[in-house]
């Protein structure tokens, strides 16, 4: 399966949403990483549930990936209707019962992920890996845009996709943090499959967004 790119609309021009949303949506971009943030399990507040509903009327084929980095997420599931093809990515270290999380998102025709900080070991996910589709592995601290790769990300990437492969589940994982231009062909190599693209990649200064989706999806094929 090729790579598959989730640009993070909080690191586009939030001035201009429906035209960064239509812009990617007409490239072919599979993905929109949306991230929603309760300045609580981070300290920031970044798209709204409101806003994270409102893509819905704009999307024609892209999907949402809605990344949840907030203590007790469903009680925003409702808010930002997550429905059919949605990826829905809870935090392990943000739910009380996190099973019965992942059984709400999938009860409402969505795929539920699990998303573990950087100092979150692999092997809390075991228990989960036959309730979902995917992992995400955050290779920065979570919470803002443009904070450095954490050390040892490579390491972690290439044993989480060991671990994914040999519980013999189909499942993807995501990398979310720091995909830089010079670093996502390595993470591709250490197993991931889907990347948040942000203002590492995609989104830095003065690029032509036709151009930067069309190097950074040869660069993770
Ligand atoms: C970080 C967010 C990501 C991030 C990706 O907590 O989940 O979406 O903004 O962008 P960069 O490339 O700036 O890390
Ligand atoms: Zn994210």
């Not at 599979?30 to 309760?38: A, G, K, N, V, W």
């Not at 949840?68 to 808010?79: N, S, T």
């Not at 999938?106 to 795929?111: Q, V």
């Not at 990300?153 to 994982?173: I, Q, Y």
Request: net charge negative; aromatic share 6%.
């Amino acid at each position: 399966m090729k790579g598959l790119l989730s640009p993070s609309l909080m690191c586009a021009d939030v001035l201009n949403l429906e035209r960064e949303l239509t812009v990617l949506d007409d490239l072919g971009v599979e993905y929109i990483h949306l991230d929603f943030m309760d300045n609580h399990f981070v300290p920031n507040i970044t798209l709204d549930t409101g806003l994270i509903k409102a893509t819905k009327r704009v999307l024609k084929r892209m999907k949402r990936d809605i990344h949840i980095l907030a203590f007790e997420p469903q009680q925003y599931f409702d808010a930002m209707e997550i429905g059919d093809g949605d990826i829905v990515s809870v935090h392990y270290e943000a739910c009380e019962n996190l099973a019965e999380v992942l059984s709400d998102i999938r009860s409402r025709g969505a795929k539920p992920f699990v998303a573990i900080s950087p100092d979150t070991k692999p092997e809390v996910l075991l228990d989960y890996l036959s309730m979902i589709d995917g992992v995400v592995v955050m290779t920065v601290y979570p919470g803002f845009a443009g904070r450095p790769i954490v050390e040892g990300s490579m390491e972690k990437l290439a044993a989480v996709r060991k671990m994914l492969d040999d519980s013999g589940f189909d499942l993807l994982m995501e990398v979310d943090g720091h995909v830089s231009w010079d670093l996502c062909g390595q993470m591709r190599a250490c197993g991931a499959d889907m990347f948040v693209a942000g203002s590492s990649s995609l989104y830095q200064k003065g690029l032509d967004i036709k151009d930067a989706v069309a190097r950074m999806s040869e660069l993770v094929k």
